[in-house]
T-cell receptor, first 112, second 112 residues
Framework: GENVEQHPSTLSVQEGDSAVIKCTYS??????FPWYKQELGKRPQLIIDIRSNVGEKKDQRIAVTLNKTAKHFSLHITETQPEDSAVYFC???????????FGQGTTLQVKP | EAGVAQSPRYKIIEKRQSVAFWCNPISGHATLYWYQQILGQGPKLLIQFQNNGVVDDSQLPKDRFSAERLKGVDSTLKIQPAKLEDSAVYLC??????????FGPGTRLTVL
């Protein structure tokens, strides 16, 4: 079945450094890739997304890249701040099944 | 624009009891989803509605879980009887286009 692998499971960086989270998907019909940020006890919030006809998208300090050939996509956060600390989930949406499959999550800790 | 609303926010019950959760999606969103999120994991889809019809309930444990979306707006998810392993956060999400999903705050269920 469809699967999304996310790495690393935990990531600790110093404030100001960059953080990169990588995901790999299995369903070649996947055409939409959102990233969600979930703070402790709160709802997952959409922070950025990318569609399969685009290779890269940037929004201020966050960017997402997509490599359709290799079936992987990555989240890049630059100039990290303590408020970036949260669990980040990648997901892949299949146009065939209409399902959004989530990765296992990455706990990002930004140390001041 | 109001977000996805859910209630209650927290629920504690004993095993074998029943419980119901309510969700009100973003106005105009035709697609509604119920997810189960176990601590430390990504959300797992339980059921997907398109208007008032079920699109996918393949991951719903139908011997104990049921869900309905009368009139294609609000939805209710019920568990009867609850088991210890049902302890999780139950997230409702809605979508207008079928891919970008917006989540509610979730209901944290503890089964003792």
């Amino acid at each position: 079945g469809e699967n999304v692998e996310q790495h690393p499971s935990t990531l600790s960086v110093q404030e100001g450094d960059s953080a990169v989270i990588k995901c790999t998907y299995s369903d070649s019909a996947s055409n939409y890739f959102p990233w969600y940020k979930q703070e402790l006890g709160k709802r997952p919030q959409l922070i950025i997304d990318i569609r399969s006809n685009v290779g890269e998208k940037k929004d201020q300090r966050i960017a997402v890249t997509l490599n359709k050939t290799a079936k992987h996509f990555s989240l890049h956060i630059t100039e990290t701040q303590p408020e970036d600390s949260a669990v980040y989930f990648c997901a892949a949406f299949s146009g065939n099944t209409g399902k959004l499959i989530f990765g296992q999550g990455t706990t990002l800790q930004v140390k001041p | 624009e109001a977000g996805v609303a859910q209630s209650p926010r927290y629920k504690i019950i004993e095993k074998r009891q029943s419980v119901a959760f309510w969700c009100n999606p973003i106005s105009g969103h035709a697609t509604l989803y119920w997810y189960q999120q176990i601590l430390g994991q990504g959300p797992k889809l339980l059921i997907q509605f398109q208007n008032n019809g079920v699109v996918d309930d393949s991951q719903l444990p139908k011997d104990r879980f049921s869900a309905e979306r009368l009139k294609g707006v609000d939805s209710t998810l019920k568990i009867q009887p609850a088991k210890l392993e049902d302890s999780a956060v139950y997230l409702c999400a809605s979508s207008s286009q079928g891919d970008t999903q917006y989540f509610g705050p979730g209901t944290r269920l503890t089964v003792l």
